[in-house]
Each structure stands twice: as C-alpha cells, then as structure tokens.
C-alpha cells in the first residue's frame, strides 16, 4: 500500500467521472487516498466523424496515456473495451473491476423525449456541464458524487413532445421517408416492414448485427457522451439508438431501455473497467489490487484476444464475451460486415485452467471461417 495520494486520469464526462470515482472510492476503502485529473482527448472534442474514420477507440485513451508515461498521473481509468489491444510501450493493465452487465440494449425517441422533458426523476448528472459542478480534488464516496450530480440541473432542454406518427418531410433526420400510416408504437417498428426504420449507431459491430437481424433498417451516425446521444436522439426523427447497457446503468438511466438486445453480441471487454499503470510502477499495481476481479480479467483477456488476433482494432465489427460456467469458460464470437453481409457465429468452450489461449483459437477458428477477407476489406488490405 503507498503512502502517496495517487493521481487518477480520466476523461470529463459524467459516466467517465463516475467510473474514475468508482475506481477511487474502492482505493479510499482500502485506506489510499486519490484525487481526479481531467483531461480531454481527441474523440471528445471531435464529434462530427465516425469513429472507425479517426482509427478506433484509441482517440478516447491517447491523451491519457500521454499523461500517464509523462509522470503527470499515477493511473488512468477507461471503459475497457476502448482500450487497444495493442497497449503504448511502457504502460500495462494493471488491474480490472468486477464486470457489469454486458448487454446492449435499445432506447426509443419515445424514451429519450420522456428523458429531456423530465417526465422520471433520477437522472445522475446531464449532458452539457461536463463535470464542471463535480469537479472537486480529493476524491469523495460515491454517495457524495451521486448526490451532487442528483442536484445538478437537467440541461438537455425543452424538447416539445412529437406525434407518435411522423410526417416523412424529407429533412436530413428522416431521411424523406414517409411513415405517416404507421403507428409508432414503442415495438412496432421493430416487427414492421413497412416502416422505415432509422436506428442510430457509431459502431460498426452495432451496425453489422443489427442489419443482420433487420435489413430493410436504415442507421444513422451519431456520437458524444451518453447524455449528448440521448439529447440527439429525442430531437431527431429517429426510432432509436443503441446504448451499452452499463453506461446508463452506471448514470441511473436503466428505467429508459427500452429492449434490452439479448441477440447481440458486445464488445471485447465490455462492461469492465481497466486501470491503466506504467509497467514499471510496480508500487501503484499493488496498492490497486483491491479493485481487480480475477474471473472478469480472465474472460476479458479471452475477448481481448480474439479482437487482437483478428487484428481488427477496438472500432471493428467484432463481438466476443466469454463467461465462467462451473470450472469452464464458454466463449462466444461473430464477426459481421456493417451492412450486415455474412455472418460468421460460433461458440467455443474449455476448461478453465486450459482457456488461456482459448480467444486466440476462437480467432483462428473465425478467420478459417472467412473472417480474414472480412478484416482485409475494412482495413483497405494493409
């Protein structure tokens, strides 16, 4: 254990502030002191791109691994799904938390308007202040952070309640698509054919499966923080858009899914935390070992594996989640082009003392399968 207030990285946002804080409230249980740096990275303050276009997820970590080989902080916090495969030399994973739930799940205008009208109470935090009201130096309990976010006001405006039924009035947002005769009820469009479905989604993974399960949808981009998104969703013409489910249980938001998307496969590592370290900062990998879970490292590193083998990168349309049964790991992985052309699935299982290298032959398996010409398309051959 140190003796030292260690310095924790994180970006901004409410959810990354809330994860950051959940990191720093486990350290204080075990007697470490901690405070927050803020620090702004590339993918929070370009928002007009999709993701894939800026090279993947790294956008989110690069200002915080620069920070952390700098010296200038002692640990970073991410979503681990964001963080590459392939770590910075010099830095090392030094520890994972307890996975959270690793679905994907769906949010409807409808839910979104409800949201930005203040129809339920209990949002944590809101989108436009960007923790400027939490942004305090000594790290507090997470009680205190949930009430001062709780008294934080709603920002994301007064968005008039629309007609169940929209008008097809060729605006970018509706893409000129007349649903006039049909009726938006919160499921129909899901079961509907007629209709013209727009979903909104930056993932390529995302995008694949669902036009997979719905070809004849359309998607639309959309990025920033979970609030931002859901602010863009209730101001738009879309049906809905696609959340990590951790997220917005994480912000007390869960009473706003609307389907939870048990058909999709998540993200390597999705619903876990990393705490990145300096790799020879063997002082700070133990004083944070009281945040690590060894079974949600284990089916995280098989995930990561996968994605990593694949050499796809964090952006691509890869899914894989491994989970303990018994003393045996169950690994299940597709791969999807985004349009939603040829879908390779599989599932994979082993003994648990012998899953070490279980995603890096899940990824194999994958590639005899087809996946290498899926991987050689999206990255132009290179």
């Known amino acids: 254990m140190t003796n030292k207030t260690l310095r924790i990285g994180t970006r901004d946002?409410?959810?990354?502030?809330?994860?950051?804080?959940?990191?720093?409230?486990?350290?204080?249980?075990?007697?470490?002191?901690?405070e927050l740096h803020f620090i702004k990275t590339e993918g929070d303050r370009v928002l007009d791109t999709p993701l894939p276009l800026m090279g993947g997820k790294g956008v989110f970590t690069k200002a915080l691994d620069d920070a952390l080989l700098s010296g200038d902080i002692d640990l970073a916090v991410h979503s681990l799904k964001d963080?590459?495969?392939?770590?910075?030399?010099?830095?090392?994973?030094?520890?994972?938390?307890?996975?959270?739930?690793?679905?994907d799940v769906l949010v409807t205008r409808k839910r979104a308007i409800e949201l930005s009208s203040g129809k339920f109470a209990g949002m944590v935090g809101s989108p436009e202040d960007s923790c400027a009201e939490i942004r305090m130096e000594k790290s507090k309990s997470l009680d205190d952070v949930k009430d001062g976010l709780g008294d934080v006001k709603d920002r994301l405006g007064d968005v008039k309640e629309r007609q169940d039924t929209t008008t097809g009035s060729g605006d970018a947002s509706s893409g000129g698509r007349d649903n006039s005769k049909v009726n938006h009820d919160e499921a129909a469009f899901l079961s509907n054919p007629d209709y013209q479905t727009v979903i909104a989604s930056s993932s390529y993974r995302r995008i694949g499966q669902w036009l997979a399960r719905y070809p004849h949808h359309r998607i639309t981009d959309i990025r920033g923080n979970v609030q931002t998104r859901l602010r863009k969703l209730a101001e738009s013409n879309w049906d809905g858009a696609i959340f990590a489910a951790a997220g917005l249980k994480r912000l007390g938001l869960e009473?706003?899914?609307?389907?939870?998307?048990?058909?999709?496969?998540?993200?390597?590592?999705?619903?876990?935390?990393?705490?990145?370290?300096?790799?020879?900062?063997?002082?700070?990998?133990?004083?944070?070992?009281?945040?690590?879970?060894?079974?949600?490292?284990?089916?995280?590193?098989?995930?990561?594996?996968?994605?990593?083998?694949?050499?796809?990168?964090?952006?691509?349309?890869?899914?894989?989640?491994?989970?303990?049964?018994?003393?045996?790991?169950?690994?299940?992985?597709?791969?999807?082009?985004?349009?939603?052309?040829?879908?390779?699935?599989?599932?994979?299982?082993?003994?648990?003392?012998?899953?070490?290298?279980?995603?890096?032959?899940?990824?194999?398996?994958?590639?005899?399968?087809?996946?290498?010409?899926?991987?050689?398309?999206?990255?132009?051959?290179?």
């Open 13 to 34: 946002s409410i959810l990354a502030t809330w994860q950051a804080r959940f990191i720093a409230d486990h350290l204080k249980r075990s007697g470490c002191e901690t």
């Open 83 to 103: 963080i590459p495969t392939r770590l910075p030399v010099g830095l090392a994973i030094g520890a994972v938390s307890q996975r959270d739930d690793t679905a």
């Open 255 to 382: 009473r706003y899914i609307s389907f939870v998307l048990d058909w999709m496969l998540p993200a390597p590592a999705q619903g876990a935390l990393g705490v990145m370290v300096r790799e020879d900062d063997s002082e700070t990998r133990n004083t944070i070992q009281s945040v690590h879970d060894s079974d949600t490292a284990l089916c995280t590193s098989i995930e990561r594996d996968v994605l990593h083998t694949l050499k796809g990168g964090c952006s691509a349309p890869v899914g894989a989640l491994a989970v303990v049964e018994n003393n045996m790991i169950r690994l299940h992985v597709n791969t999807v082009y985004p349009d939603g052309r040829d879908m390779i699935r599989f599932e994979m299982h082993e003994k648990r003392e012998l899953a070490a290298n279980l995603g890096k032959r899940a990824a194999e398996e994958a590639l005899r399968r087809g996946a290498d010409k899926l991987i050689r398309d999206l990255t132009n051959g290179e």
